[in-house]
């Protein structure tokens, strides 16, 4: 009888095969060294990655109804804080990583036709959405940047696809022309973008007169805060509805080290507001998003590690 990995926790699991995708990208294959199913996923998930004292999130961009094997892209950032670079000069095929998730704050919606935006790396989480949107015969086309045609992964994966691909090497070609690759606004049409923040700004803005909703984007990193927004920051009040705990967070610290010093655990992966790991209920209160993952019309949750509040008080279910 096949068994499954169970999905709580974190899972040990060995690496079967590094590969180099471009310049600067290499893909890990990812098994159970016991050969049992893995937890399921859809398009859009990542999954939280040890890299020795590191954890960091990379998207899933394999097949999701492969269940014996994850597929990661990663990046080697030319200012790496360690973890691409542990990735590509430490691991090794036979290594075991300890992986964390899937988890999925991407997800792909239904819809008539897609409208995909890749930078760079970002091109991972949307090689399963292309995968489901043309399995499915949705409309569907791919806009790909890169900087150069040499350091844009998977494009052999790609170029079955046919003319619903357009590749863009900006040293070829310049930067992406969005007006070109979003076309009309259109209803019945979501529009996926994953990669660079000024890649992600310029969809944001070329999309503003799209219906709500159309438009999904899936950042690497946290916003960071302007000089105003930190100049302008006040203390507030947390109160933790189901521990009886109520704690002060001031100007400079975060509710997540807070709630840690009164003895109130949180689970967390990054700490950056990126993996979405310590997403938390607001009962009561407004939150002030700082993550990558909410929007300002998610009222009804709050990632406690880099968020505030724009209320003095907020309610958790904690």
């Not at 009888?1 to 893909?27: N, Y």
């Not at 899936?218 to 009886?244: K, N």
Request: aromatic share 6%; hydrophobic share 40%; charged share 25%.
């Amino acid at each position: 009888m096949t068994t499954t990995v169970d999905p709580d926790g974190v899972l040990e699991l060995e690496i079967r095969a590094l590969r180099k995708e471009s310049e600067g990208v290499l893909s890990l294959t990812l098994a159970d060294p016991a050969g049992r199913l893995l937890p399921e996923w859809e398009p859009g998930a990542h999954v939280d990655l040890w890299l020795g004292e590191l954890v960091r999130q990379y998207s899933l961009c394999g097949d999701p109804a492969n269940r014996r094997e994850y597929r990661l892209g990663v990046l080697l950032e030319p200012d790496s804080r360690g973890g691409s670079s542990y990735v590509h000069s430490v691991l090794r095929p036979g290594d075991l990583v300890e992986v964390g998730g899937p988890r999925n704050h991407f997800a792909l919606v239904d819809a008539a036709e897609y409208v995909f935006v890749a930078g760079g790396i970002g091109i991972t989480p949307l090689l399963p959405m292309i995968r489901h949107a043309a399995a499915r015969g949705a409309r569907w086309s791919l806009t790909y940047g890169g900087r150069t045609a040499a350091s844009m992964a998977f494009t052999a994966e790609l170029a079955r696809y046919g003319d619903a691909v357009c590749l863009v090497p900006q040293d070829e070609r310049g930067v992406i022309d969005l007006a070109a690759a979003l076309g009309e606004v259109r209803d019945d049409t979501a529009i996926y973008c994953c990669g660079p923040e000024p890649l992600l700004a310029a969809v944001e803005k070329a999309a503003a007169g799209w219906p709500g909703g159309a438009l999904h984007v899936e950042r690497f990193q946290a916003r960071t805060p302007s000089a105003s927004e930190l100049a302008a920051e006040r203390e507030f009040v947390v109160v933790c509805d189901r521990a009886d705990v109520t704690v002060t967070v001031p100007s400079g610290q975060s509710i997540m080290d807070c709630l840690d010093a009164a003895g109130v655990s949180v689970p967390s992966a990054c700490r950056d507001g990126v993996c979405g790991s310590c997403q938390t209920r607001v009962l009561k209160g407004s939150p002030e998003h700082r993550d990558a993952v909410l929007n300002p019309a998610d009222t009804d949750s709050i990632m406690v590690c880099v968020s505030r509040a724009a209320s003095p008080e907020l309610v958790l279910d904690l």
